[in-house]
């Protein structure tokens, strides 16, 4: 089976041909489609990403117009690095939200128009659960906590009952928009994770304080980015300063990330935690993970860092295990983008864990 998957959810417009096989059963000669007996091989992964002005956030509307300029191409150059034609291609899946709506839009239209005259089946994905679902297929976590850490989600999640239960999450800012926020307001372009990343090594390691706020599970950024952005104020230009900083941001939000994770470790019992999103690249937050897991036994698993941020495969894969599990897929006309998706209103009847 060859899946096509398109993401657009915000910056990047993606698209991805994965090819999936089953065991076939010895006795019966029937396919057994549950996740331990499929085997997927990443054929394609190409992506375009839609990068502001210095100093800009992410505007839905210039966004989604990057998105559908490029989409033809990068639909082309996914097809030929896969080495198929669409006519090959059996299911179409398409990341149909949380996200911003203009960005979505063009990712579901590109996604039903190809449905409708090449007739295929539409399987709409939930953005977050992609994330979690490449995470678990490439890392072979079996049973894990996972962190969906992104410029859209800082969550715990636990599987119970068909589920992803929501164990704690931001009661504001999502962990990537402040680190992208601080950056935009020292005059980079979003998404700045990575350039703070690369400031903080150049630090001397002074911590300078900022507020620190964990409530119960539950972590809370907005006041950390006020007094960063404060501070930032008294000595713009001093770039010893901003290094600084930088580093002092990321102690502070990666050590109340990694509190609520060793309470849930703790509290599930978990051997196994998986990082997931495009925050799970930066190597300071894999070290604090990897001390917190240390301290309770546990494992920490990591996907690579090109695959967690957002990406095509994400949504393939999730289509594929979505579609074969007999659940999803949708008629044309009633397919949807539903801009605030919650990924714990999700059925994922694939998973058979406690
Ligand atoms: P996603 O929404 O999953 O694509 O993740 C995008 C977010 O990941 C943005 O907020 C980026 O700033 C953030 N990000 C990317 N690379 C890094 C990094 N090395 N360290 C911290 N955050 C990062
Ligand atoms: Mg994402």
């Known amino acids: 089976m060859l899946c096509l998957g398109i993401e657009s959810t915000a910056h990047t417009f993606a698209s991805s041909v994965i090819e999936c096989s089953s065991i076939v059963n010895p006795v019966d000669g029937n396919r057994l489609t549950n996740q331990e007996n499929l085997h997927a091989r990443i054929l394609s992964d190409s992506r375009s990403v839609f990068l502001p002005s210095e100093g800009s956030g992410i505007h839905p509307r210039l966004a989604s117009r990057h998105h559908a300029e490029v989409s033809a191409d990068i639909l082309r150059e996914s097809l030929n690095d896969a080495g198929h034609c669409i006519r090959d291609i059996d299911i179409i899946a ?37 994330h ?35 164990f704690g999450e931001t009661l504001d800012l999502t962990i990537g928009q402040l680190l992208d926020q601080f950056g935009r307001a020292n005059g980079l372009s979003s998404p700045c994770g990575d350039r703070i990343e690369q400031f903080a090594r ?12 964990v409530k119960g599970n539950d972590v809370s950024y907005s006041g950390v980015l006020s007094a960063a952005k404060r501070l930032l104020d008294t000595r713009r230009g001093n770039s010893e300063f901003f290094a600084d900083l930088c580093y002092s941001l990321q102690e502070t939000a990666f050590a109340m990330i990694s509190e609520t994770i060793e309470r849930a470790i703790s509290f599930f019992g978990k051997k196994e935690v998986l990082v997931v ?3 799970a690249a930066n190597n300071r937050l894999k070290d604090m993970l990897h001390q917190a897991c240390l301290r309770h036994s546990s494992e920490l698993f990591v ?29 044309v006309e009633k397919s949807f983008v539903h801009q605030s998706w919650r990924i714990d209103t999700v059925d994922v009847r694939w998973r058979r864990l406690t």
Request: net charge positive.
């Open 277 to 279: 999103g495009g925050v």
């Open 94 to 130: 398409y990341s149909a939200g949380p996200g911003l709506g203009p960005c979505l839009r063009v990712g579901a239209v590109v996604s039903r128009t190809l449905a409708s005259f090449y007739n295929k089946p539409l399987v709409p994905v939930n953005h977050a659960l992609g």
């Open 303 to 331: 996907l690579p860092c090109k695959f967690a941020g957002d990406n095509g495969c994400q949504i393939a894969w999730t289509g594929i295990v979505d579609y074969l599990s007999g659940h999803n897929k949708v008629d």
């Open 132 to 166: 979690v679902e490449l995470g678990i297929m490439l890392t072979h976590a079996s049973n894990p906590l996972v962190l969906l850490l992104s410029g859209g989600h800082t969550m715990i999640l636990a599987f119970s009952e068909n589920r992803w239960r929501v």
């Open 202 to 213: 150049k630090s001397t390691g002074s911590y300078i304080r900022l507020p620190y706020v």
